[in-house]
Structure formats: structure tokens, C-alpha cells
């Protein structure tokens, strides 16, 4: 504050004339390299769960549009002086509309942002007239107009192109996309008319229902067919993509599309199942978030070729401008602006090229071929579709854990608490085959008793149940699933959170085969065990159907676990599991405590206590499939705009599970009747 009482500007001069001259130049480049950098990067969201990742993506993602915007006020405000200055900005315009219209790899961050269309329709009409307006005031004297009217033309498609695609992925028009012309059914009226008036004849008319033929089959006494090639996979996702995306949006299924993906998957190895649903996975995440379905078509490749064009020529004719009176730095700038205009599309094509979409779209195609080539020589640059991981959270580790509650009580206030135990507490792991051979066959053994879909049904509503039901320990262990979803889910985890610790201290099994089997179960139970908290706790959007009072009940145990620990001063999972099991849980803790804490600590060691009764082999068996059963009942429960959502995010497995179990004819999106209902008058002799 100066003597007489004012405010002095805390930024020097010097600074702020520096900042005048080159603040416009900045940003220019600064957009450049957030459009390079989203074309490389944004691809990685689908192929990793890091939040690291994805919030450098949403970060470049937002300041993309803010910064080409501001760019564009910024050459509006612009009083250089200079007429040569004047007509490069002007040219400068339409390239930051191309840089508005983004690239081909990220239209959407998140699926509302599909439902801002309209706005980006009024921002590209904005926009487009901010940088026509700046144009025209350099007319007549612009020498470089032929160059500057190319790129509003490109500009002009890049940005219509990503509203387009914004329009399309907007699940009101994603759903009415998929709406089959109205359907009246057979000519009821007519024909009962003229039953009505055979009758009236005295002839002995009658209308006969045509059943439908038996379409169910039994694969099950037939080997899994091997698929031949990559091209194979792709092609058979790109069908079952395109007769199953209305999922998305909660349509319904006839049984004719049923027994197709079904016979289909019934044949297959888990491997192949597992390839040709993430291959379908991938042509949804890129139809949703990208501009693949404006881009990959006829007139898509057009206006493509068309821009490209424009771009050349655009050069051509600014390299043999009069660049008297320009600074070097702006010379060199506005060849960057083109130059990397035309790689950038460059790079778009080759993506396109090389992409699933090209080998599902030609039957014989080289591409094919090459794209093979390519991945043999240089396996780096075979990418993977989706994370390929599943995150592990674990409540035992969690409540061991010490920290500080002046950070716990700073990030609470600052509403990051979630995501700093997110960051802090949850760890991942790799999802190999042996997982996915389990989990494919016992879904496939599903399918096969299901093969009615009133009878596929009734097993996809069993969480645990079904097993159990099925098995000699129902009467000791059925209560843990006869309560609410949620509950069950902390029951189970505490439970074989403390059956895998107490295991561990045991001797293993003498036979080798036995032991690696038995090893693999209880592997088996622990990665799903804590999979599945850690959707309960850390994706509550995706449980929102079954959680119930989850996160309370979650809390309450968590908080009487810390107290319980604190006293008997457990640092250790293994200690910690070891007091636990040595509590006496004789009386029902409910009974005890009353119902007023949601804890079901205690209940969790009575049910580990009962699954120590069994021997360990059946033991681990009868767990994971427990578990499974668990997965696919929140897999199918949940929506699937929530699954949509995280093919953004590196993908899940219970995704995938939600997918496979449609494919087996297991998911709740089909019609229990067996198809059209036909009828025929017949008049007997």
C-alpha cells in the first residue's frame, strides 16, 4: 500500500509487458500441446485404474476447451498495430477451433458430459463466429485469407464432429438408436373377423397357435472350439456389440439373441470368452467417450480427407506468403500450428487404421495382417483394452493402519477423505487366467442348468444361497446369507480374511497336487473377498442396488475392530485375525449389544468358527464359489450406466462378469416368453 492510501500493483512492470507480448503465443502453443497430448495420452484411461492417470487426463481434458477459448479472446483483444501481425492472428483463429473440436480420442470425460451436446452446439456457433468476426475486420487487406478460409473449414468439421459425436453417445439418442420400427403384431381384428364369420357360416373354423420350435441345445457333451485368429475375436465381438450395446440403456432382449450368445459362449475356452468380451468392451467404451462413430464412416472419411487437404494446401500457401514485418518467433509458430495440425491427423488415422474397427469392418482386409506383423516385431506396442487388474481393499489392514487424526480430520474438512484412503489403503492386483478359467466355467455350469430363462433367473437372483443350498454345510453356514446383501459381503470377508491368516500357520498338504489346488482356492477367495469390499466401499455407485446401509454397517465394524484391536494391541493381520477367532462367541452378539451399532465383527468370527469345522479342501472350494456367487449378484444388480462408467477408468472385472453372465443367458435383459406368438385359422373337413 502506497503513502496516500492506494494499492500498488504487486507485479512489476516489466513483467506484465512480458506477459502482453507473449501471453497470446503461450497459450497457442500451450493448446497445441494439450491436444498432442490427448491424442498420445487419453487412450490410457481404458487401460489403466491409476488415479494419477485420470486426473492428469481430466485436468488436460478441461483445460483443452478453457485454454483454446481464452486464446481465441485473447487474438480478439489484440491491438498490435501491425497489419502483417494482424492477418496471422486472424489465421491463428480457426486452428484453436480445431483444437476446440478435440481429438479423435476423448470426446467425453465422463458419460453426462455426452449429455451437454446442445451446449457445445451453441459453443462451436460462439466460437465460430468470435473467430469470423476477428477475420473480417483484416479483409480487404488480407493476403492470407485463401489459407485462413481452409482452416475455418476444418475448424468448422472438427468441432461439428465432436458435437456430433457428444449427440450420438447422449443415451436418449443412443436409445432411441436402437428402437426397431413399431411392431402391430399380426392382423388380430381381421383374423378374428373372419373366425367370427365362419362361425356365423356353421363351418368348423378354429384357430390353431404354432408353437415355437425348441431351440435349446446342449453343448455341454462338445469340446470348447479353439478361435483361430485375432480377427476372428474381433469380428464376433463387433457382432454381439452390435446386438447387445442397447444393454447401456436397459433394453430388453428376445430369447432368439439369447441362444445365440449363449451357444456361442458355451463353446469357448475362458481365454477366448474373456478376449472377445474385452474386445466388446473396448468397441463400447470407444463408441461412448470417442469420435469413432462419426469418424468411421463414408462421410466421416470425407470430410477427413477433405481436412487434410485443407491443411496441406493451408501450408503450401502460407509458405509462399510475404512474411515482411513478422516476428520469427510467430513465423515459427504458426508452422508448428500446421505442421502439427497435419500429424496430429496423421496420428488419428493410423489409430483408426490399425484399430479393432477396421478388421471388424472388412472380412479380408491386409490391415489385418500388417497389424499382426507389427505386434510380433515390436510386442511393446501390443496394448491391452483395459487395466487387467482388480483392486484390492482390505478392512482388518485398514483399521492396523495408524494415522495421524489431525491429516484424518484436515482431509475430511477439505472432502478428500475418500480419496486419500483410496490412494493410502487400496492396493491391485493382476487378474491371470486361472481366475478367469474359474470364474468362466462355473458361470458355463450356471448356464447349463439355466438354460430356461425362468430357471437363469431364479440363479441370478442367489448370492450365496445357491451354492450353499447345494451343499452338506447349509444348515451351519445359511444364516450368513439369509441376511442383507451388505451385511453378507462383511460377514464372508471378515470371515475368510481370518480362515486365510489362521490357514497360514497350518502345515500344507502332503500331495502337491492337493496342496497347489487348495492354495489356489484360498488365492482365489482372498483376491475376491477383498475385490468386493473394495467395490462396497470405494464404488458405491456401482453397489448403490445392493449396498443397503453398507457404508454404516462398514463404519460401525470398522470402528469396534479398532477398539478391539487398540485393546489387545494387534499391529499384525495375522495377530489381530488370531485374538479374533479366540474370542468366545457363544451368545449371539446382538443379543449382547443390542441392534444399535451395525457392527457385525463378532458375527464374522461365529461364521469363521463354523467354516474351521470344515475341512480345508471343500473349505476353500465351497468359499470361492460363495464368493462368485456374491460378484455376480452385484455384477447383475448393478446399473449399467454404472459399468459404462468405468470402461473410463481402466475397467473392472465385475463388468466383465456383468457381460459374460448376459452372454450365458444369466442376466436379467431378456423376455421369459419364447418368442412371436403365431396362429393360423383352419377350417376342418
Known sequence: ????????????????????????????????????????????????????????????????????????????????????????????????????????????????????????????????????????QTLPRNKLWPATVLMFLTGLVKYAERTRALYLASLGRFRDSMLTDPDPGPNYAKLMAEYSSMKD??????????????????????DPVKMASERDKVQHAYKFFNKFKGLIVDLIFSFHDRNQSREFFLQRYAKDAF?????????????????????????????????????????????????????RFDITTTYFLLIGAMILDCIALLMLVFSDWTIAAKRDFKVDAINSWIVTKFPILKRSRWSESMSQFNLIEFCLSKRSKRLDRFVDLIGLKDLFDEVCHKSSNSIELPLKEFIFDELKKKSVIGKEPKTAKEICSARGDWVLGRSIHHRVLGWSVDVEYDESLLLWHIATEIVYHKEGEEPCAENNEDARVEDQDR??????????????????????????????????????????FARVEATK????????????????????????SKSVLFDAVRLATNLETIHKGPRWRLMRKVWLELLSYAAIQCRANSHAQQLSRGGELITFVWLLMTHLGLGEQFRIETGHARAKLIVDK
Open 573 to 596: 493381520p495375522e495377530v489381530a485375525c488370531r485374538k479374533l477367532i479366540s474370542v468366545n462367541t457363544e451368545i449371539k452378539p446382538a443379543d449382547v449389544k443390542g441392534d444399535r
Open 275 to 327: 478376449d472377445v468380451i474385452e474386445i466388446e468392451l473396448s468397441f463400447m467404451y470407444e463408441i461412448l467417450y470417442t469420435k469413432v462413430e462419426v469418424v468411421h464412416t463414408r462421410p466421416g472419411y470425407i470430410l477427413r480427407s477433405i481436412c487434410f487437404i485443407s491443411t496441406l494446401v493451408a501450408l503450401l500457401l502460407f509458405m509462399f506468403y510475404e512474411k515482411n514485418g513478422l516476428r
Open 201 to 222: 357360416s356353421q363351418l368348423p373354423a378354429k384357430i390353431e397357435r404354432i408353437p415355437e420350435p425348441e431351440t435349446y441345445n446342449d453343448f455341454t457333451k462338445t
Open 523 to 564: 488365492e482365489f477367495s482372498k483376491l475376491l473377498s477383498d475385490y468386493m469390499l473394495y467395490l462396497l466401499v470405494m464404488q458405491p455407485t456401482m453397489m448403490s442396488a445392493v449396498a443397503g446401509i453398507g457404508l454404516i454397517r462398514y463404519r460401525d465394524t470398522c470402528a469396534e475392530a479398532k477398539m478391539f
Open 1 to 136: 500500500m502506497s503513502n496516500n492510501g492506494t494499492f500498488t500493483n504487486p507485479i512489476p512492470e516489466s513483467v506484465q509487458k512480458l506477459w502482453d507480448v507473449w501471453d497470446l503465443r503461450v497459450c497457442v502453443l500451450f493448446s497445441l500441446s494439450l491436444q498432442t497430448f490427448l491424442i498420445l495420452g487419453a487412450s490410457l484411461r481404458k487401460r489403466s485404474s491409476s488415479k494419477f492417470i485420470i486426473m492428469l487426463i481430466w485436468s488436460a481434458y478441461l483445460l483443452a476447451d478453457w485454454v483454446a477459448a481464452f486464446s481465441l479472446g485473447l487474438i480478439s483483444n489484440s491491438d498490435d498495430g501491425s497489419l502483417a501481425t494482424e492477418e496471422l492472428l486472424a489465421f491463428w483463429g480457426p486452428f484453436l477451433l480445431v483444437h476446440l473440436g478435440g481429438p479423435d480420442t476423448i470426446t467425453a470425460f465422463a458419460l453426462e458430459d455426452n449429455e451437454l451436446w446442445l451446449r457445445h452446439w451453441l459453443g462451436l456457433i460462439v466460437q465460430f463466429f468470435a473467430a469470423a468476426y476477428i477475420f473480417f
